[in-house]
């Protein structure tokens, strides 16, 4: 018998938005550990009020981002191959993820900067490939879905031991998966590009820089935001509506409900004050998390010099069909598979941080 339509709507599913404010200057500030540990980012988002042009400093961080690899039909064993292993996952900085995978139907891979892989598999792949793991936190009443977590810096993983020959075995010989894979490196030597380009050569890739578009907003309502309200009890909006404002801000939906609008009955929060312009700037790729570090310092920058507004704003959304959102944790998709974190800079050093995810996800650090 089928669930009536109405009951199914009514069931929301929840989320998780995690609140945090500090200062950049306060030494036990974690702002730091929670963009590295945010592994794998697909688009960045900078609001900037009272700015027409991205400042050349910025501009440049920007362009100077790390290249990024899609390489298709890659063995995922050639990943535990021994040069592989000790020219780049062991020295940190490296990054992997299946690509077109989707985290809810197929099987999902990825390798973490700090040497761990993850193999998100459905039943099947998982028994017959016969290394142990895991059943997933979001299977339902039977378990259609396991994790294999593979710590490639262990001792006990190291090219020669027995339990590295039996896991090498598994995907080369059992199961020999392939999948396209994202591949990124943070600031390579000259024995790592060798590497890297060595395993390249052997397959069909394409090279790409993240994509960059820039767009100015003219006469915006924006929120008013005091750094020692982040709750929004008395002089600010709080973070639900900030966060909501800033995704009509990205998908350039109009703040103002205009009486002759059909398309969107939307307001900006209050309380609010309108602004001359905005900056808007966007980046989409495969992007580390160092060069999100690096571009949120040239950020920190930018209240150096006199400006109009006391705020700038950087979002960066993870990819929906991860298998981990933060560090480990694992991700699942069920309706959305966000996750994402959003740092509010103001001119004085403080900062908001906002972290957010979907059902399927454990809590942000």
């Given at each position: 018998?089928?669930?009536?339509?109405?009951?199914?709507?009514?069931?929301?599913?929840?989320?998780?938005?995690?609140?945090?404010?500090?200062?950049?200057?306060?030494?036990?500030?974690?702002?730091?550990?929670?963009?590295?540990?945010?592994?794998?980012?697909?688009?960045?988002?900078?609001?900037?009020?009272?700015?027409?042009?991205?400042?050349?400093?910025?501009?440049?961080?920007?362009?100077?981002?790390?290249?990024?690899?899609?390489?298709?039909?890659?063995?995922?064993?050639?990943?535990?191959?021994?040069?592989?292993?000790?020219?780049?996952?062991?020295?940190?900085?490296?990054?992997?993820?299946?690509?077109?995978?989707?985290?809810?139907?197929?099987?999902?891979?990825?390798?973490?900067?700090?040497?761990?892989?993850?193999?998100?598999?459905?039943?099947?792949?998982?028994?017959?490939?016969?290394?142990?793991?895991?059943?997933?936190?979001?299977?339902?009443?039977?378990?259609?879905?396991?994790?294999?977590?593979?710590?490639?810096?262990?001792?006990?993983?190291?090219?020669?031991?027995?339990?590295?020959?039996?896991?090498?075995?598994?995907?080369?010989?059992?199961?020999?998966?392939?999948?396209?894979?994202?591949?990124?490196?943070?600031?390579?030597?000259?024995?790592?590009?060798?590497?890297?380009?060595?395993?390249?050569?052997?397959?069909?890739?394409?090279?790409?820089?993240?994509?960059?578009?820039?767009?100015?907003?003219?006469?915006?309502?924006?929120?008013?935001?005091?750094?020692?309200?982040?709750?929004?009890?008395?002089?600010?909006?709080?973070?639900?509506?900030?966060?909501?404002?800033?995704?009509?801000?990205?998908?350039?939906?109009?703040?103002?409900?205009?009486?002759?609008?059909?398309?969107?009955?939307?307001?900006?929060?209050?309380?609010?004050?309108?602004?001359?312009?905005?900056?808007?700037?966007?980046?989409?790729?495969?992007?580390?998390?160092?060069?999100?570090?690096?571009?949120?310092?040239?950020?920190?920058?930018?209240?150096?010099?006199?400006?109009f507004t006391p705020w700038v704003s950087l979002t960066v959304h993870g990819f929906m069909d991860s298998p981990v959102s933060w560090g480990a944790t694992e991700h699942g998709f069920l309706k959305g598979g966000e996750n994402f974190y959003n740092l509010v800079c103001f001119k004085n050093q403080d900062y908001w941080l906002h972290m957010a995810t979907g059902a399927q996800d454990g809590c942000p650090?």
């Amino acid at each position: 018998m089928m669930r009536p339509w109405g009951s199914s709507l009514e069931k929301c599913p929840r989320s998780l938005l995690v609140c945090e404010k500090s200062n950049f200057l306060n030494e036990k500030s974690q702002h730091d550990i929670h963009v590295s540990k945010h592994n794998f980012n697909y688009k960045i988002s900078v609001l900037m009020p009272e700015c027409g042009i991205l400042p050349a400093n910025i501009s440049s961080v920007i362009n100077s981002f790390s290249p990024y690899y899609l390489v298709r039909d890659l063995p995922v064993y050639e990943l535990l191959e021994e040069t592989f292993l000790e020219s780049l996952v062991k020295k940190g900085n490296f990054y992997a993820l299946s690509y077109s995978t989707k985290i809810d139907e197929d099987n999902s891979i990825a390798l973490l900067s700090s040497g761990q892989l993850i193999l998100s598999l459905d039943k099947d792949t998982y028994e017959q490939l016969g290394v142990e793991g895991r059943p997933s936190l979001y299977n339902h009443r039977k378990a259609m879905r396991f994790v294999v977590t593979l710590d490639l810096t262990d001792k006990r993983l190291t090219p020669g031991t027995k339990r590295y020959q039996r896991v090498l075995s598994s995907l080369k010989d059992r199961l020999p998966l392939r999948y396209d894979f994202f591949f990124s490196k943070y600031s390579t030597g000259a024995d790592e590009d060798k590497t890297l380009h060595k395993l390249l050569s052997q397959y069909s890739y394409e090279e790409h820089k993240p994509a960059v578009s820039h767009h100015t907003l003219k006469e915006i309502p924006c929120p008013t935001l005091y750094p020692s309200d982040i709750q929004g009890k008395t002089l600010s909006c709080d973070p639900h509506h900030f966060l909501e404002w800033l995704g009509a801000v990205n998908l350039d939906i109009s703040c103002e409900n205009a009486a002759d609008s059909f398309l969107s009955t939307y307001v900006c929060p209050e309380p609010q004050s309108s602004v001359s312009q905005a900056l808007l700037c966007t980046v989409t790729g495969f992007i580390s998390p160092e060069n999100v570090f690096v571009l949120l310092q040239e950020l920190r920058q930018y209240f150096n010099e006199p400006r109009f507004t006391p705020w700038v704003s950087l979002t960066v959304h993870g990819f929906m069909d991860s298998p981990v959102s933060w560090g480990a944790t694992e991700h699942g998709f069920l309706k959305g598979g966000e996750n994402f974190y959003n740092l509010v800079c103001f001119k004085n050093q403080d900062y908001w941080l906002h972290m957010a995810t979907g059902a399927q996800d454990g809590c942000p650090p």
